[in-house]
């Protein structure tokens, strides 16, 4: 009981942190979105708050909260769940080898990242919706982010960007029109 009641104030204080954390991540999609698109209302960042809160209000700051949450909150679990059984079945009650354990917590972690990463993806894409933004245009056209996770995943476009190798390719129509 004890462990479980440590682990949830560790997790509690994680995403606390993140939601906390996440406003300078949609400021800073939008910057780079931005700059992809050539625009200059997100250039500086004063102007950026400026801009996220006139368009969408306070509630601009938290796009794409919900399923970074719920990613977030999988891969935490999963992974404390996986370290404290991968220590109990492969190292015993007895004396523990914590380079061996710091290597398999990594991969276990890399692992775990693989089957959350969607999550992560559709928050990032949702950072962008309701702005006035070129590269905004996939993120305007649905209503909540499980209809863009559902649409990414039609596409096979769940794992863009994740990995430098077994990378999905991302056609060119899946990509929003720029301005000449």
């Known amino acids: ?44 960042f004063p102007m950026a708050v400026r801009a996220v809160y006139r368009e969408n209000g306070i509630l601009g700051f938290f796009q794409g909260f919900i399923p970074r949450l719920i990613g977030e909150m999988i891969l935490t679990s999963a992974y404390y769940c996986s370290c404290r059984l991968v220590r109990l079945l492969i190292f015993g009650l007895g004396r523990r080898s914590t380079e061996n354990m710091n290597i398999l917590r990594v991969l276990l972690y890399y692992t775990l990242h693989n089957y959350t990463y969607p999550f992560e993806l559709t928050g990032c894409v949702m950072a962008v919706h309701g702005a006035n933004l070129i590269g905004a245009t996939e993120s305007n056209s649905f209503h909540n982010w499980y209809e863009c996770q559902r649409y990414l995943s039609q596409n096979q476009q769940l794992i863009r960007g994740w990995r430098p190798f077994l990378r999905s390719h991302v056609q060119q129509i899946h990509l929003p029109k720029l301005k000449s």
Do not use: D, P, W
């Open 1 to 44: 009981m004890q462990l479980i009641q440590e682990r949830l104030h560790v997790l509690i204080g994680k995403k606390s942190h993140n939601s906390l954390c996440f406003i300078n991540s949609v400021i800073t999609v939008r910057q780079i979105a931005a700059l992809i698109g050539k625009e200059t209302q997100y250039t500086f």
